[in-house]
């Protein structure tokens, strides 16, 4: 197991509707603390459909159960998807645990009516 203080979260949007990254897509990141969901940071996804810095990283990087908040229907809206009112997927939440200090990559596939997620590397 890796030493306290070197774990780090990352993240990575992929659009499945048009085999590309998703730029501009806001991101927020919440810790879950008992019924309470504390923002830690809000971040858009790069060019690449990656936050340009780690979420969490060094001191602010700690085991417990984390919510990560995609804005995924006003991303689609933005890069012109015709979408029902309301839309299927406006805003896609993927709630998960770290429970080491190691490097959790937690990526979105995405398209209007669908997603999935995994622990990447």
Known sequence: MANAGSGRLTTHVLDTAIGKPAAGLAISLYRIEGETRVHLKSAITNADGRCDAPLLEAESFAPGEYEL???????????????????????????FGISEHAHYHVPLLLSPFGYSTYRGS
């Open 69 to 95: 908040v995609f804005s995924a229907g006003d991303y689609l809206r933005a890069r012109g998807a015709e979408l029902p009112n309301p839309p299927f997927l406006d805003v896609v939440p993927i709630r």
